[in-house]
């Protein structure tokens, strides 16, 4: 069985993005996308997509330009720019949802073409086994990776018009199927 798009669509879509969609779908023929049972699900989904639209109406350069003591170029993967960031200090200035990492379709100051990739866990249950000066443990190499590919996922399918809930459970299976060693004590 598979994914039946239609119910996943954040708006119309041309013949051309879901053929796109279903490309990227190809090996998620037995995936099922779980029901959606977050508490206050329905204003999350309302929030998604008022984010979503509205990074189809942005240009390339938002306008904001995160300093460069904020903001450091890791390398380019699959078409984007993947950017190690200070996702602390992202977090409690500009969007207190901006977690490990993040893209244009679901942060306004994003630029499209860049994934942003937190340097610390700091705004998660992890384990609290490798915690630095400040109080917060540094991701490791295996979950930075394993995250970018999550975002780069989520943001491919969010693009074509896929809503935030599904393309985000596809990355998460998609991080899962990729299975990178995640080890809390490895330093990037």
Known sequence: MSIDIDQYLAFPISMYQRADIQYLLK????FEIPKDNRNGAPLWNKLELLAQK???????????????????FNREQDGFKI????????????????????????HEFVPHGEIWMAEIHHNCACQENFKNEKGYHPISQGYFDSAVIHEITEC???????????????????????AFKIDPGEIL
């Open 83 to 106: 950017y190690r960031v200070d996702g602390l200090w992202i977090h409690r200035n500009l969007n207190v949802i901006f977690g490990h990492g993040g893209h244009g379709y679901v």
């Open 27 to 30: 090996d998620f023929s037995n």
């Open 54 to 72: 509205a990074a189809f109406e942005k240009d390339k350069d938002t306008g904001f330009l995160l300093p460069k003591k904020y903001k450091k």
């Open 156 to 178: 491919k399918l969010m693009s074509k018009g896929m809503i935030y809930w599904a393309a985000h459970n596809i990355a998460l299976e998609t991080e899962r199927r990729a």
